[in-house]
């Protein structure tokens, strides 16, 4: 009988220890170019290492956030690229705000847009977007459609902050 109680107090113990092990390690994100045109472009790879709360952001486009529920929404600024893109990036930034998060924390990006055209302003209002954060590992494609005939690009983000 000591021997089990021993065990599940030196069990106890040793779990204590663990969590104590995790809450005490900091939260490391890297980010890595291994090819040299992608530097300053966005990120191919980043690692999180330690505790820490992961944000995912579903495709977030110019819906009109003041429609009524239950109906379709409108698209915000209709046949242009670069102000759908900033649109969109003022909600993440607001979504990400709301979870205690900066673009600066962004970990992945995948951006969907209708025309391989739209590669330059959505570009450009990307880099607005970060200034000077780290462009996260990002994924860029032309799908057929979305959502709404209007909607032009929709952005996914994920993030992680320390807990």
Same mark, same amino acid.
């Given at each position: ?15 204590? $220890?663990?969590?104590?092990a995790a809450i005490?390690?900091?939260?490391? $994100?890297?980010? =890595? ?22 944000? =995912? ?27 759908q893109c900033r649109?969109? =990036?003022?909600?993440?930034? #607001? ?30 209002? #990307? ?27 929709? $952005? ?8």
């Amino acid at each position: 009988m000591w021997t089990c109680v021993k065990l599940s107090v030196c069990s106890i113990v040793a779990c204590c $220890i663990l969590q104590s092990a995790a809450i005490a390690q900091p939260l490391e $994100i890297k980010r =890595y170019n291994p090819t040299p045109w992608t530097k300053g472009r966005f990120t191919e790879v980043v690692t999180v290492t330690g505790p820490g709360k992961t944000i =995912y952001l579903a495709g977030i486009g110019a819906e009109d956030e003041k429609t009524t529920p239950g109906s379709n929404p409108p698209t915000l600024h209709a046949g242009n690229p670069y102000e759908q893109c900033r649109y969109a =990036y003022d909600k993440i930034k #607001r979504l990400l705000a709301a979870h205690g998060a900066t673009l600066a924390d962004a970990v992945r990006q995948v951006v969907y847009v209708t025309d391989p055209r739209f590669q330059s302003p959505v570009r450009k209002c #990307r880099d607005e977007a970060y200034g000077s954060a780290p462009i996260p590992a990002n994924t860029f494609l032309v799908v057929s459609g979305l959502a709404s005939p209007t909607m032009l690009l929709e $952005i996914e983000i994920t993030a992680v902050v320390a807990k």
